[in-house]
């Protein structure tokens, strides 16, 4: 009788709210409708009004205002378009859960509806629904039952929080709803994760969790650092912290456009991009520091590609090749080139600029000697490049009044060479144009810097890398790096591990100014990033806070230590840093999620939910046609469950080349994903582990986890990513011997 009564009062508000939702949408359109008709009218006002093209600066004024005044009506016309599509989304599902709470020194209990955004009853003000980042709607994911606060605009307020209901709403229908005194109870929590997985991330709000609210909210640290184990919804969670941050930005004047997402790759950020609109805001600038290099670097060569680097480095070549090159890779992106770097800068600075006496028209304008103390005297730390260019301006303004007595003299003497004047004039300005040309040539060589043939003069001048690495600790094969690093870039070619030194040089000699109005920086899949390459994100932004995200365990590499986030510290250098780690997976089944978990073999702080499923198969098979076959009936078996997406996970690009040749003979629509810059489909998809991180499939199947394949501690790492991948069901099948760490 209690449910009954309780659900009749639930459904009449619900209906109520859709009642309030339905007016407001009306209302908009109405205004929208308005506001449209004044828009056209301002435009045609304009048109009639105004000339369209003019040289006059006071009729270009006169366009300017109305231009303005367009422009305004033209931003109040769009603001109720995105109330409209905000109502019409929210009809769908208004709300989510509710508290009951009573604040303390008050004695009347309040109802706190939580949904996606703010509904309010504009006829009486009434807040109908709490938007789930509003200050009050954090005890919904802080608090149990019992005594609760949370941090209001004005301060804190502390207060009782008497019931804790969550519902399930879809289409404005009421299907259930039950009332918890724990944190997003199981029931909605088991709902969510037995979801066939889907081509786009979807928000969380409705499931998240207690450890997650905290990293989503916080808003003090300048630097937030949080290691999370595979499935532990990293990713999520940073989106719905841009989308808290947003929020709080009506204050702080943190919009879309001062947000950026640093991203693994662009099969992840197509996967990503729906996950901000779903929670009703606009999507913000993602970028890969692939295609960040790319676009800066490829005038100065041919690069290797982020995948091409990987290959090379789980293939198995020949082993002093991968030697040499995975040597290349970690001692390159290390705190000791950093310093190396640095130190030939300076060595720059001191030795290497080609400063000489100056001269114009006959007269010295600086000696070699005031060149070198203008330039190194720099009290206010500007790179190399703003001081050349700031002793450019002094000598062009030092030319200016001998330019202006050289013309002098030309006219004098035109005026006393009657008859000839086209003739000197001619001659003199022939004069003053190769004497101008002599000149700017010898200011150039003084003025502009090369960041590429410095780097490369790095490698080619053996005796510069011994004097300013004197006391570094260097790989044992560092002459073998130098040596192999020389040939590729004197041939034109650039390794992806060249990439950040030369990036970072640039930005040293050049100074940046491009992202000066980022305010938070995401950096997402924090482990596969170098110091060298945080030391360009300090530079880029340097005006910006940082979230970064990772897992080490899921670094494809060797080097996997929770030293990095230290590192990290100490790079960027913030005021308030604070280190956060979750434990939990929420993505897998929980027996897929503890065989993950012993494939690393190592004691961690790491917790399954307790959603049940099969369990992994382990599955030998004799011949190359035996493994097709297994797939092949696996990956039906699955759709036929009704399972929406597959993974066949290859360890190389070629294996998945391969499989796919061969596959596509057995299964229909087979996909293949061999590039970063590919969009993940529904269906079967053929693709590399490395390829896969940060998706997630309801099957998958590892192609051949045999002992040839995986048997170092990257191939524990790869294997590891590989498995965590899958929601439901997991398969590794083996040809011959199978990997020591299944």
Not at 231 to 249: E, N, V
Not at 406 to 414: A, C, D, H, M, S
Not at 624 to 645: P, V, W
Not at 672 to 696: F, H, R
């Amino acid at each position: 009788m209690d449910y009954q009564k309780e659900y009749i009062k639930e459904l009449e508000y619900l209906k109520h709210t859709k009642k309030v939702l339905e007016t407001e949408i009306e209302e908009e359109i109405q205004l929208i409708a308005e506001r449209r008709k004044k828009v056209i009218s301002s435009r045609r006002q304009m048109w009639q009004e105004t000339v369209h093209f003019s040289t006059d600066f006071t009729k270009m004024t006169e366009v300017n205002q109305y231009l303005m005044e367009v422009n305004a009506q033209t931003s109040s016309y769009t603001h109720p378009l995105k109330r409209v599509e905000k109502y019409r989304k929210a009809l769908d599902t208004p709300y989510f859960g509710r508290i009951d709470f009573l604040e303390s020194g008050n004695d009347i209990r309040e109802k706190i509806y939580i949904g996606l955004c703010n509904i309010i009853d504009s006829q009486t003000r009434d807040i109908v629904v709490y938007d789930w980042r509003a200050p009050i709607s954090s005890i919904f994911y802080q608090y149990e039952l019992g005594e609760a606060h949370y941090l209001s605009p004005v301060g804190p307020i502390t207060g009782e929080v008497s019931l804790k209901r969550q519902y399930k709403i879809k289409k404005s229908d009421l299907k259930y709803f039950f009332d918890c005194s724990i944190q997003i109870t199981d029931e909605i929590l088991q709902e969510v994760l037995s979801h066939n997985s889907s081509l786009k991330m979807k928000n969380i709000v409705e499931s998240i969790q207690k450890e997650q609210d905290r990293v989503i909210r916080d808003t003090e640290s300048e630097l937030l650092l949080v290691q999370g184990v595979a499935g532990s919804g990293k990713t999520s969670i940073a989106l719905h912290r841009i989308a808290y941050l947003m929020y709080q930005g009506l204050n702080s004047q943190v919009k879309a456009q001062n947000i950026i997402i640093v991203s693994p790759n662009r099969t992840f950020s197509k996967y990503i991009s729906g996950v901000l609109p779903e929670l009703g805001e606009e999507n913000v600038i993602q970028i890969t520091f692939e295609d960040y290099a790319l676009g800066i670097l490829q005038e100065k060569g041919k690069i290797e590609g982020k995948t091409s680097q990987i290959e090379k480095l789980i293939n198995s070549c020949a082993p002093e090749e991968l030697s040499i090159k995975k040597a290349g890779v970690e001692f390159k992106g290390s705190p000791t080139f950093v310093e190396i770097i640095k130190r030939f800068i300076k060595y720059y600075e001191h030795h290497a600029v080609s400063f000489a006496d100056l001269y114009y028209d006959g007269k010295i304008l600086m000696t070699r000697q005031e060149l070198k103390n203008l330039f190194l005297r720099n009290e206010i730390g500007f790179p190399i490049i703003k001081r050349l260019k700031r002793i450019e301006k002094i000598i062009y303004s030092r030319i200016h009044p001998l330019r202006k007595r050289r013309l002098e003299k030309i006219k004098k003497l035109v005026e006393t060479m009657e008859g000839h004047e086209l003739e000197i004039k001619a001659f003199s300005r022939l004069l003053m144009l190769k004497q101008a040309k002599v000149f700017q040539s010898r200011l150039r060589k003084i003025t502009e810097v090369d960041y590429f043939a410095l780097y490369k003069m790095l490698f080619n001048e053996r005796n510069i890398f011994q004097k300013i690495s004197q006391g570094l600790s260097l790989p044992d094969n560092v002459e073998q790096i130098i040596a192999v690093t020389r040939d590729n870039l004197n041939k034109g070619h650039i390794f992806y591990e060249d990439c950040a030194p030369l990036l970072y040089l640039k930005l040293q000699l050049e100074g940046s100014d491009s992202f000066t109005d980022i305010k938070q920086v995401v950096i997402d899949e924090a482990q596969d990033y170098s110091p060298l390459q945080y030391e360009i994100f300090k530079n880029l932004f340097i005006n910006a806070s940082f979230t970064v995200l990772g897992d080490i365990h899921q670094t494809i590499g060797e080097n996997n230590d929770k030293i990095l986030y230290d590192q990290i510290i100490q790079i960027l250098q913030k005021k308030k840093s604070l280190k956060l780690e979750l434990t939990k997976s929420y993505r897998s089944s929980w027996e897929i999620t503890n065989y993950s978990q012993q494939i690393l073999a190592k004691g961690l702080n790491f917790e399954a939910v307790q959603r049940h499923g099969e369990k992994p198969t382990i599955s030998e098979v004799k011949t190359t046609d035996e493994l097709d076959r297994k797939i092949s009936n696996y990956a039906q078996m699955c759709l036929t469950e009704g399972f929406e997406s597959l993974a066949i996970l290859s360890k190389t690009r070629q294996e998945a080349k391969d499989l796919h040749d061969r596959l596509k003979e057995h299964l229909d629509d087979v996909k293949l994903i061999i590039s970063s810059e590919e969009e993940y489909e529904k269906g079967i998809t053929i693709m590399p582990i490395y390829l896969a991180k940060g998706l997630e499939f309801d099957g998958v199947v590892v192609a051949n986890a045999n002992k040839e394949q995986f048997s170092t501690e990257q191939d524990r790492n790869l294997l590891y990513i590989a498995c965590t991948r899958a929601l439901h069901r997991l398969v590794l099948c083996y040809l011959g011997i199978k990997s020591p760490f299944l």
